[in-house]
Structure formats: structure tokens, C-alpha cells
């Protein structure tokens, strides 16, 4: 990753936002427009960012993992379901309590799923993106059927409540843009996780590691690493990243489960990954740009403007696809991404 | 790939990083491809029959009603066709795609863009043009639809081939643009200005533009006829053709077809294209076959249906149809089954994934009955590249 691509990465964010001020100046103050954009940017960057980090983890040890969407929309019900059940056990004076059961649990659930993915791909050798299409529609299928299940008679209830929004003392009291700094917990550990992902990757033993078996499975079996195990670990840390992404979805942003809900988000983020070339800041930065893409449309239609909200909706999308084609073969992936790897076969 | 009878795969051009493939009597591999996907499809009812029971229903009322619901009358039988026909239109397009080494995930994109056209034409084109005999019109909606479908899927191909950008990730936000896209027409300028209208949907279209149907009081309509010809013809494509040859080079060594003088870049663009354009011909044939109208949310989920019956089909065109009619009986008797034994409809989507773990995931098939190695694993996809 470039620094100049995390440039013009940061650039591409603060051109949306100066397209949502000049969209919105009949209707809001410049500065008030800035300061929402901003917030609702990190808000919704969240879950990219988070799933970025996974698809990060996974790659970099030479998983190709596009089942970060199937991780996310497990983690997201079974997060809402282990909520639910600590509010009905805890009562309401536990909703915070409620909610870091529904967090943990939803973690937990990425791990799980992360694990699977692992047992397939590194374990069985399965053919890596087949094996995220069985994670994906497992997670579709199961999400689905359980949440019927369940809440067949009753209808979906809601869970106790969201995250608080917490207010970063010094930051959140910046004139004009303080509020960019009050956000949701899950949010602010985003954050934590680009630094953390970064220093571990590129500063840690474990992580030249990771990356040795990415590049050259071989070579690093040699060294006397064992490969099956830094995949497998890997992964359940992937998944375990996803997991929180999906305790976003229905317990920071809305306090409810709905089939289906993660809406292609975990595929976005996973170009997220790939337009950061596979690193934690420039996938965090590709995650900004989408997220910014997004705040746009959210923003476009509190203006009141007479576009169609589905037009407005496709800028997520056509923005992904743009910034992927944009490329032209210069990102690379670690060179053993998505190839199993059998320690008896003979090099070919 | 996986399909050993080609002389390609198993001796111009193994797979980078894996030995090639040991001799293996054809008679025994052709037993192992039918055995391992009927094992794979038994193991997940089973399965599926736990996770029923875990949910404290019976499982055997569920199945009974999921037979019932598929197979039990003419009407049941007629439905399960009914459902397979767009399944092996998508089927062929995804496993077609496979053999040119891509991953099509974008059927729903597709099938929902052909069936908005092939609409569209169906009830506009007399209005435009006056009254049109059903020789024309009904060809020329099918086709218009096949088109859409080809036009949609060769845009993540020509992605492809110029910038790298891979077609998994495109095809899937090309799937959310196409429903955008669809949603808005339907809601806007195509939708059916009839005041009785309450839904998102296109007027009826004309009588010239309307498939037959096969029976009386029966929904089966001559779409299936239509499926088995394209089957056969994606068959000798695919095994018998120049491009089809040209396709399975580029899906099993693209290095070496590119050094052999094939045009990688064009050849991406046309694979894709052909998978788009059955996609298409899926949602058009729905179109004029059976709903005779195009309505918002009929596309959901066909993407991923395609994939599972491609992968239990392990490519092969002529195993699209089984599979194909398999996942019809599971998606037409889950109604039966929610009626009958309480379990959610959305039972068989969780079977579906299971299908596909015990298909792609063979070696786990192989364990639980024992089941020598026959061949190479399965190998669709390779990374990023």
C-alpha cells in the first residue's frame, strides 16, 4: 500500500463530502453537513472496516475467505438471539450487561464460522471460494430458518436496546466537528483493530509468519513453520473480526434481526480489502471511501432531492466496482492466496 | 477442472501446483460421479432431519410434506417442473462459466434484467410497432431477454480482461444494481398503471408474446421443452466446438491457452457473456412462460440456486437437469412442509448449503462411506487470479 493511494483514498472521501455540501446547501449549514457526513461515514464504515480486517487476516495467511458476509449475518443473530435471551434472564436492569453478552456472543459466532471455514479450506483442502459459497448460504439458510423458527408465533421482537454512544473526552468537544467523535463502541474498536491489525501483521513475529505462509507456503514449512496451524489460527481470528462486524448489525446500529440484513456488505468490504492491497490501513481507508459513498445516499435523502432513492442506492455498488477497475493490476495479492497447501504433494 | 474424459484436462494442461491426475477406469468414475452427489444429497436430508429434530419437529412429517408437497399429484409434479425450468437455464450458466474457470455468482442479476426486457417487449412492442403474429413476437421477447442477460454478464467479463478486476466481487454488485435498477422501473415508468394495481409490476403482456402451455389446468408450459434443447445444445458447445474448447483451455491453464494463441481477454468476455445470456434466457422464459408479467422480488435467490445446482451437476450440462430438478422438488414442496409439519420454508435453503458443503467438500462424503479416491478433487476457482 502506498501511502499516495492512502492519499488519494482520503481525497476521494473528502470529495464526497464536499458533493454532499453542495447537494445539500439549500437545506443545511456547510459545516453542519461536514460534521453529519463525517459521523454518519464512521458509523457505516464500521462493518467494511471490520470485515476488511477479516478478509485481511485470512488472506494474508493465504485464505481467500469470501464468506466475511456469511460470518457477519451469522454473528449478527446469533449476537441478537444471546441478547435476547441475557435480557430475559438479567431483566431490564441489566440492558448494558444484555448487550456485551449479545456482543461476546456474536464474536464468538464469527469464531465458530471462522472454524468452519478453516476445517474446509486448510484441513480438507476444499477449493477456497466454494467453501465461503457454503459458508454464505449456510449462514442465508440457517439465519433464516432459526429466526422463523423461533420467533414464529411471537413475530421478531426487538432486542433491549442499542449500544450507548460514548463521547471521546477532548475530541467530542471540538467546536464544529466534535460530533464526528461520539460514536458506538464497536465503532471506536474498529478503530483500535486497524492500529492493532497493523502493528501485529508488520511488527510481530506472528505476523512475519502469517505472511511467509501467504507468500510461500513452502518456504515457510521448511523454516519450520507449521502451516496448517497459522491458517488455522488465522482464520478463527478473521472470523472472530467478522463476528463483531456482525454485532453491528442488530446491536449498534438497529435493535432488531431481519433476514438477509447484512445486504452485501461483507462482498464490499472484501473489495475494501482488495483496493487496500491487502493491508489494514488501506483497506481502512477503501472502507472510509465506501462508507463516504454511502453517507451520501443516507444524507441525500434527509435533503429532500428528487432523485430516485434506488438511483441513489447503486452509488455504493457502481463506487466498488469503479474503485476495483481502477486498479488495473496494480494491487497483488499474497502469492499463495487461495491455493491449498499439502505438505506431502511434490512441487509441480 | 474436474471433467476427466476431456483430453485437456487431464493431459495438455494439469492444474498449476497439482500432480496430474492418476489413470482411473471410466466406469468407476462415472459410478463415483453419480454416487458421490446421491451420497452428498442423503447425508444432507439427514442432516437437515437433525436439525429439524433439534428444533423439536418431526422430521419425518417434514419430509413427508416436502414429498407430498413435490411429488405426490400431477399438480405436485407439474410445479416441481415448473420450478426446475429457470434452475436449468441458471444451472447451464454457472456451470458453463465454471469450465471457462469463472465464477458467474450473478445470476439473479441477470435473470432479473432478462425478465424485465423480455417484459417490457411483451406488453409495449404492439404499442409501438401495432400487432405483432406470436412468430415474431414471442421469438423476439426471448430473445431481447437473452440479450439483456448476455449485455449484463459480459460487463464483469470485460472488467476482467481489461483491468483484473475479479468477476466474483462485480458479478454480486452487479446483482445489487440490476435490483436497484429493477425496483425503480417497476415502481416507476414500467409499472402497471391499471388503478386496481397495488404492486410493484409491469402491465400483462400480449397474448403473441405468451409461451404455451403443456396441459390443460396445468402451470408446465413449453419453457421446459426449451430448457432440454438448450441443455444439449450447451453439451455440444461446450464439448464439441471450437470456443468450447477454446473456453476449457482458458479455464484449466489460461497461461498456456494464452501461449497457444487463444484471445484470453475476448474469450473471458464471451464465457461470461454466454452465462449472462442463459441467466437472461431464465427470466424471460419465466416471463412468457408463466407469470406473463414482470414483478418486483421474483428474482430472490436464483444466483446462489444456480450455483448449488451447477456444483452438484459438477459442470456437466447434462447433470444439470437432475440437479436441477432436485432443488425445484425441495423449493416447490416447502410449503407443503411448513403446513404440515410447522418447519419454516426456509428449511430448504439450509439443505441447499448442505448439499453444497457434501459436494464440494467430497473428502468428507468419501470418509463417512468409505469411497476410494476417484481422481482429483474438485478445482473450480483459483484465488484472485
Known amino acids: ?348 | 477442472m474436474a471433467q476427466q474424459p476431456t483430453i485437456l484436462a487431464s493431459e495438455a494442461a494439469p492444474s498449476p501446483s497439482r500432480p496430474r491426475a492418476r489413470a482411473v477406469p471410466v466406469a468407476r468414475a462415472a459410478l463415483t460421479a453419480v454416487a458421490l452427489p446421491v451420497l452428498a444429497v442423503a447425508t444432507a436430508l439427514v442432516a437437515g432431519g437433525a436439525i429439524i429434530a433439534l428444533a423439536g419437529r418431526d422430521p419425518l412429517l417434514a419430509y413427508e410434506g416436502l414429498w407430498e408437497g413435490c411429488c405426490a399429484s400431477p399438480r405436485a409434479l407439474s410445479e416441481t417442473l415448473v420450478w426446475a425450468t429457470p434452475y436449468v437455464f441458471t444451472g447451464l450458466g454457472v456451470a458453463l462459466a465454471f469450465h471457462g474457470g469463472l465464477f458467474n455468482i450473478g445470476a439473479e442479476g441477470q435473470l432479473a434484467l432478462g425478465a424485465l426486457v423480455a417484459a417490457w417487449l411483451g406488453y409495449a412492442l404492439p404499442g409501438l410497432v401495432g400487432p405483432l403474429p406470436a412468430v415474431v413476437h414471442l421469438p423476439l421477447v426471448l430473445l431481447a431477454g437473452t440479450l439483456a442477460g448476455a449485455a449484463w454478464g459480459a460487463v464483469p467479463g470485460w472488467l476482467k480482461a481489461r483491468t483484473g478486476a475479479h468477476e466474483v466481487i462485480n458479478t454480486i454488485m452487479l446483482n445489487y444494481v440490476a435490483l436497484l435498477a429493477v425496483s425503480y422501473l417497476l415502481n416507476g415508468p414500467l409499472r402497471d398503471p391499471n388503478p386496481l394495481n397495488v404492486i410493484a409490476r409491469t402491465p400483462e403482456i400480449a397474448l403473441g408474446a405468451r409461451l404455451p402451455r403443456l396441459a390443460p389446468d396445468l402451470r408446465l408450459h413449453a419453457g421446459l421443452l426449451l430448457a432440454l434443447v438448450m441443455t444439449g445444445v450447451v453439451w455440444w458447445g461446450v464439448y464439441r466446438t471450437t470456443l468450447g474448447f477454446a473456453i476449457r483451455a482458458i479455464g484449466a491453464n489460461p497461461a498456456a491457452a494464452r501461449a497457444a494463441g487463444m484471445p484470453l481477454g475476448r474469450l473471458l468476455v464471451v464465457t461470461l457473456a454466454l452465462s449472462g445470456a442463459l441467466a437472461g434466457l431464465a427470466g424471460a422464459v419465466e416471463v412468457a412462460g408463466l407469470n406473463y408479467r414482470d414483478e418486483l422480488g421474483f428474482s430472490l435467490g436464483y444466483g446462489f440456486d444456480a450455483i448449488a445446482i451447477a456444483l452438484l451437476a459438477r459442470a456437466q450440462p447434462l447433470g444439470v437437469i437432475p440437479a436441477a430438478l432436485l432443488l425445484g422438488a425441495l423449493r416447490n414442496g416447502a410449503a407443503r412442509m411448513q403446513f404440515l409439519a410447522g418447519v419454516p420454508v426456509d428449511l430448504v435453503v439450509v439443505l441447499e448449503g448442505l448439499i453444497l458443503l457434501f459436494v464440494a467438500a467430497e473428502v468428507l462424503v468419501r470418509r463417512l462411506y468409505r469411497l476410494p479416491a476417484a481422481g482429483p478433487p474438485l478445482v473450480f476457482t483459483r484465488g484472485w487470479r
Open chain 1, 1 to 348: 500500500m502506498t501511502p499516495r493511494r492512502l492519499w488519494l483514498m482520503l481525497v476521494a472521501v473528502a470529495l464526497i463530502v464536499a458533493a454532499a455540501v453542495a447537494l445539500g446547501r439549500e437545506q443545511m449549514a456547510a459545516p453542519a453537513i461536514v460534521a453529519s457526513m463525517l459521523r454518519t461515514t464512521l458509523q457505516v464504515a464500521t462493518p467494511l472496516t471490520l470485515g476488511a480486517l477479516a478478509g485481511v487476516y485470512c488472506e494474508r495467511a493465504g485464505v481467500v475467505n469470501i464468506g466475511i458476509e456469511g460470518m457477519m449475518l451469522l454473528a449478527a443473530f446469533g449476537g441478537f438471539v444471546a441478547a435476547l435471551a441475557a435480557h430475559a434472564a438479567l431483566g431490564d436492569a441489566a440492558v448494558g450487561q444484555s448487550l456485551a453478552v449479545g456482543v461476546l456472543a456474536a464474536v464468538l459466532c464469527g469464531g465458530l464460522a471462522g472454524a468452519f471455514l478453516a476445517l474446509l479450506c486448510v484441513t480438507y483442502r476444499v477449493d477456497q471460494i466454494i467453501s465461503g459459497t457454503v459458508l454464505n448460504v449456510l449462514a442465508i439458510g440457517l439465519t433464516g430458518y432459526l429466526s422463523r423458527q423461533l420467533f414464529f408465533q411471537t413475530g421478531m421482537p426487538h432486542a433491549p436496546g442499542v449500544l450507548p454512544t460514548l463521547r471521546l473526552p477532548g475530541l467530542a468537544d471540538l467546536p464544529l466537528v466534535g460530533a464526528v467523535f461520539e460514536q458506538q463502541p464497536i465503532a471506536l474498536a474498529a478503530l483500535a483493530l486497524v492500529v492493532l491489525t497493523h502493528g501485529v501483521l508488520f511488527h510481530t513475529v506472528w505476523g512475519l509468519r502469517t505472511r511467509a505462509v501467504g507468500e510461500h507456503p513452502r518456504a515457510a514449512d521448511t523454516a519450520g513453520i507449521d502451516v496448517a496451524r497459522v491458517r488455522w489460527v488465522n482464520v478463527i481470528v478473521g472470523g472472530l473480526v467478522a463476528g463483531l462486524a456482525g454485532a453491528y448489525f442488530t446491536l449498534e446500529s438497529v435493535p432488531s434481526f431481519e433476514p438477509l440484513m447484512t445486504n452485501g456488505r461483507g462482498f464490499i468490504a472484501l473489495a475494501a480489502m482488495i483496493f487496500g492491497g491487502w493491508t489494514p490501513l488501506g483497506a481502512w481507508a477503501a472502507s472510509l471511501m465506501f462508507g463516504a459513498a454511502q453517507a451520501l445516499q443516507i444524507n441525500a435523502q434527509s435533503f429532500g432531492l428528487a432523485v430516485p432513492s434506488q438511483l441513489v442506492g447503486m452509488l455504493p455498488y457502481l463506487l466498488t466496482m469503479l474503485a476495483l477497475a481502477g486498479l488495473a493490476g496494480r494491487s497483488r495479492p499474497p502469492a499463495a492466496d487461495g491455493q491449498p497447501y499439502d505438505p506431502h504433494e511434490a512441487d509441480t
